[in-house]
C-alpha cells in the first residue's frame, strides 16, 4: 500500500512574506523619489543677478580704446567678461567693486582664465584713478564709451558701478546692481561657465 498520507505542514500554504518584502523593495524607493521630486525641497535655479532680456549687442555701446578707435566684438569680448561701469573718479564703493572684481576673477580658480574684468569709463578718469588703475588692476581691461551710447543699458549717471557680464558671442547678458556681494556673483558667473561650451 502506497504511503499517500499528507501531513498538516505540507498541506498549509507557504507565506507571502518573502515576495512582498521583495515588491517593496523596488516599490518603495520609487514611491520616495516620486514624492520628493514633486513635493520635496529643491536646488534654487534663480540667479542672483538680473538676466538682461532682450539681450544686448556689445558692439551697440560703441566701445572704443584710449585712442578714440571703436572696438569690434572679437576685441571686446575674447573670454566671458564682466563689464564695470564708471565716471571720472573711483569712491569707495567703486574701490570696492574694482577690488571685488578681481578677487571673483582669483576665486573661480581652474575657470579664471575663461573670463575677464574691465572697466568702461563714461569720462575721462582723473589722476588718483588711474595710479589706482595702475597699482592694483593691471590686469583690468580699459575701455571708453559715453553715458549716450550706453544708455541702452538704462545705465546712465545713476547706475554707475552695475557690473554687466558679456558672453564670449558678444551678449550682455545679466547685470549685477551695486552691492549685491561677490560672493553672489561668483555663485552665478560659476553656474553660466559650468554650463557653457564657449568661452
Given at each position: 500500500m502506497?504511503d499517500?498520507t499528507?501531513?498538516?505542514?505540507?498541506?498549509t500554504p507557504?507565506?507571502?512574506t518573502?515576495?512582498w518584502?521583495?515588491?517593496a523593495?523596488?516599490?518603495?524607493?520609487?514611491?520616495?523619489?516620486y514624492?520628493y521630486?514633486?513635493?520635496g525641497d529643491?536646488p534654487?535655479?534663480?540667479?542672483?543677478?538680473?538676466?538682461?532680456?532682450?539681450?544686448i549687442?556689445?558692439?551697440?555701446?560703441?566701445?572704443?580704446d584710449?585712442t578714440?578707435?571703436?572696438?569690434?566684438?572679437e576685441?571686446?569680448?575674447?573670454?566671458?567678461r564682466?563689464?564695470?561701469l564708471t565716471?571720472?573718479s573711483?569712491?569707495?564703493?567703486c574701490?570696492?567693486?574694482?577690488?571685488?572684481?578681481r578677487?571673483?576673477?582669483?576665486?573661480?580658480g581652474k575657470n579664471q582664465?575663461?573670463?575677464q574684468?574691465a572697466?568702461?569709463?563714461?569720462q575721462k578718469?582723473?589722476?588718483?584713478?588711474m595710479?589706482?588703475?595702475?597699482?592694483?588692476?593691471?590686469?583690468?581691461?580699459?575701455?571708453y564709451s559715453?553715458?549716450?551710447n550706453t544708455?541702452?543699458?538704462?545705465s546712465?549717471?545713476?547706475s554707475?558701478?552695475y557690473?554687466y557680464l558679456?558672453?564670449?558671442?558678444?551678449?550682455?547678458?545679466m547685470?549685477f546692481?551695486n552691492?549685491?556681494g561677490?560672493?553672489?556673483i561668483?555663485?552665478?558667473?560659476?553656474?553660466l561657465?559650468?554650463?557653457?561650451?564657449i568661452?
Amino acid at each position: 500500500m502506497n504511503d499517500t498520507t499528507v501531513t498538516q505542514e505540507q498541506v498549509t500554504p507557504r507565506s507571502n512574506t518573502t515576495l512582498w518584502l521583495l515588491l517593496a523593495s523596488f516599490l518603495v524607493p520609487a514611491i520616495v523619489a516620486y514624492g520628493y521630486f514633486f513635493f520635496g525641497d529643491r536646488p534654487s535655479v534663480a540667479s542672483n543677478g538680473e538676466l538682461i532680456n532682450p539681450i544686448i549687442d556689445i558692439e551697440s555701446l560703441k566701445l572704443t580704446d584710449d585712442t578714440g578707435q571703436i572696438l569690434t566684438r572679437e576685441e571686446l569680448t575674447p573670454k566671458w567678461r564682466m563689464y564695470y561701469l564708471t565716471g571720472a573718479s573711483c569712491d569707495a564703493r567703486c574701490e570696492s567693486d574694482l577690488y571685488d572684481m578681481r578677487q571673483i576673477n582669483i576665486a573661480l580658480g581652474k575657470n579664471q582664465d575663461r573670463v575677464q574684468h574691465a572697466v568702461i569709463h563714461l569720462q575721462k578718469p582723473d589722476l588718483n584713478y588711474m595710479n589706482l588703475l595702475d597699482a592694483e588692476h593691471k590686469n583690468a581691461v580699459r575701455v571708453y564709451s559715453t553715458e549716450q551710447n550706453t544708455a541702452v543699458l538704462n545705465s546712465g549717471a545713476s547706475s554707475n558701478g552695475y557690473i554687466y557680464l558679456v558672453d564670449p558671442l558678444g551678449n550682455i547678458m545679466m547685470k549685477f546692481p551695486n552691492g549685491l556681494g561677490a560672493k553672489l556673483i561668483l555663485k552665478d558667473i560659476n553656474k553660466l561657465l559650468k554650463i557653457s561650451r564657449i568661452g
